[in-house]
């Protein structure tokens, strides 16, 4: 009666269960709560500077604010609370063994995982930024900017804490000190640190996006997008090995 | 069921629980945790039937189960279900249905939807139909719109059983599946394993309950320790722990008298007094216990407790490995 399952209804049953996991009440209202409180913060210091400088002076400090607040902690922490929880909840409560002990490929299981932290922080995310981008009022390259960084850093981040919640026991503190340490230090002071940190791709987006100049914003569009685009292969693949080589309870 | 042919050897040396078609083979099976060995060069074979796997909480039961999923490698030797790895072969593990013994479920879910799930999960032509089928086996209602996080004990593990059930695998692996159950739905669930080993599937059901075995299966694997020390029909088991010496303790209100009364009529083997307890010793717990109240009557002892000390499942596993 049972038979194999193909990919395409493995990634689509992973991704559903996921979701379903994933989106609690509680944590959709903390993370919603979150981005409403940075969004009215970037919207309000932009049009208030707006009132006293002028549009382009108004435009870097709406960039800057969105930047250190949008993409630094708001689409990280998101991210970081979702995807790490895809997998890194099922492994800690015991139930990943009604995934894993299935007659699916490892790789659906990994794709569908990412596609449900995706599909769950990205609204959560981009929803609140941009409102505040088309608050902030200071152009649409602010607005336009803000979806693409946002989408890019949503599936680039969740696809590396997705892989951090299978590795770790405690993703959540591990993610929140790469995020603190790793983006917020070590990515300023070093070469190969910079190029290790997601956040310098999405401020690079915003910085080639807006023709305004960034901390860690210097990389090309092109650059920008492929190679958080690589990052997410890679972090899937890995997925994939150690869903394959997981000792699961 | 076609029974495995098999002996029930006494340790050290437990041999191999031999069957014409193999579907679950274990050879020379260790498994470590750092320093800690959770199972210990074990093999077995086991056939179409119903098996019971024997042994104290902590034996290595859950272990041994794991690996036969292929949830986890062994540190060495070989594991093999219908004749393949179940962790590099995804198609044997869709032959599989295994009710783990942790409580875990997805709490959110009715028990339709999760056994609805387990079925899409496996690819089974009607996921609905077919969980509704396997709820009504485990007398679960699959309309009920309740979450299997409010559920009772014993209700989530017909839930788990329903979910393993649902693919209708060649190979069920469940782990203390009575645990939490009333008398009337272990009774039901044993007649359910039964007719299911009669239709030729292969059950291996674990228990730390020495009665409960009994009625789950006449084939017993008994593990101890992490080591396999007693394999084939669980009467000749049973006769085996029969014969292993008993200690009772009794109280009375001349323990020193009794005892030598007891030693002097071959009703006791051994005698020892112990803050005031009388420890007795005997091969023949029928006789002792015919002969104690009698024999304390004749010598106007006055009896205050009998109470046998070793009839836990310790002691009969500690008996089997170390013959003590």
């Known amino acids: ?249 | 069921m076609s029974a495995p042919e098999s002996s029930l050897e006494p340790p050290p040396a437990p041999p191999p629980v031999s069957t014409a078609r193999p579907i679950v083979e274990v050879q020379n099976v260790t498994k470590s945790f750092g320093d800690v060995v959770a199972v210990s060069d074990v093999s077995f074979t086991v056939g179409p039937g119903v098996t019971a796997l024997l042994g104290p909480n902590g034996a290595g039961k859950s272990t041994l189960f794991r690996m036969l999923c292929g949830l986890t490698a062994p540190s060495r030797g070989t594991v093999r279900v219908l004749g393949e790895k179940a962790r590099e072969h995804r198609n044997v593990r869709g032959r599989i249905g295994l009710a783990p013994q942790q409580d875990a479920l997805l709490d959110r879910f009715t028990a339709y939807e999760f056994v609805e799930l387990a079925g899409r999960t496996h690819g089974v032509a009607d996921p609905s139909g077919q969980a509704r089928q396997s709820l009504a086996y485990v007398d679960l209602d699959p309309e009920d719109p309740k979450r299997v996080g409010a559920y009772s004990k014993g209700m989530r593990q017909r839930v788990k059983l329903a979910a393993a059930l649902v693919n209708d695998p060649d190979l069920l692996i469940l782990d203390e599946p009575l645990t939490g159950l009333d008398p009337v739905q272990r009774n039901r669930m044993i007649s359910l394993f039964h007719d299911l080993g009669d239709g030729g599937k292969c059950l291996l059901v674990s228990s730390h309950v020495l009665d409960e075995v009994a009625r789950i299966g006449s084939n017993v694997l008994v593990i101890a320790q992490g080591r396999l020390v007693a394999s084939g029909d669980y009467r000749r088991l049973r006769e085996l722990m029969d014969d292993r010496p008993h200690r009772i303790r009794v109280h009375s209100d001349d323990a020193r008298k009794l005892a030598s009364a007891l030693i002097g009529r071959g009703v006791a083997d051994g005698a020892a007094v112990r803050e005031n307890a009388l420890l007795i010793d005997t091969l023949n717990v029928d006789r002792f216990g015919r002969s104690i109240a009698p024999i304390s009557a004749e010598l106007g002892i006055r009896l205050r407790e009998v109470v046998p000390t070793d009839d836990d499942l310790e002691s009969v596993f500690r008996y089997l490995v170390e013959r003590r």
């Open chain 1, 1 to 249: 009666m049972s038979g194999s399952v193909s990919a395409l209804r493995a990634i689509a049953i992973t991704h559903r269960l996921l979701v379903r996991q994933l989106v609690t009440k509680g944590r959709i209202a903390a993370l919603l709560g979150v981005g409403v409180i940075v969004s009215l913060v970037v919207a309000l210091v932009s049009r208030a500077v707006g009132e006293d400088e002028s549009a382009e002076e108004a435009l870097e400090v709406g960039i800057e604010v969105m930047s250190n607040l949008g993409f630094t902690i708001v689409v990280p922490i998101v991210s970081l609370v979702f995807a790490s929880a895809a997998f890194g909840d099922l492994k800690e409560d015991g139930t990943l063994v009604y995934l894993w002990l299935r007659p699916m490929d490892r790789w659906p299981i990994a794709v569908g995982g990412w596609l449900a932290s995706v599909s769950v922080s990205l609204p959560v995310t981009l929803v609140p930024l941009t409102v505040a981008a088309l608050i902030a009022d200071v152009g649409s390259e602010l607005v336009w900017a803000t979806v693409l960084a946002c989408v890019v850093g949503n599936l680039a981040y969740s696809a590396v804490f997705m892989l951090l919640g299978l590795l770790t026991k405690n993703s959540v503190v591990w993610g929140i000190g790469y995020i603190l340490i790793w983006e917020g230090l070590v990515a300023g002071i070093s070469g190969v640190g910079e190029k290790l940190a997601i956040r310098g791709y999405t401020r690079s987006i915003i910085a080639e996006q807006t023709g305004v100049d960034l901390y860690l914003g210097d990389l090309s569009l092109g650059i920008a997008i492929v190679v958080p685009a690589l990052v997410v292969v890679a972090a899937v693949v890995l997925s994939t090995l150690r869903l394959r080589s997981l000792d699961v309870a």
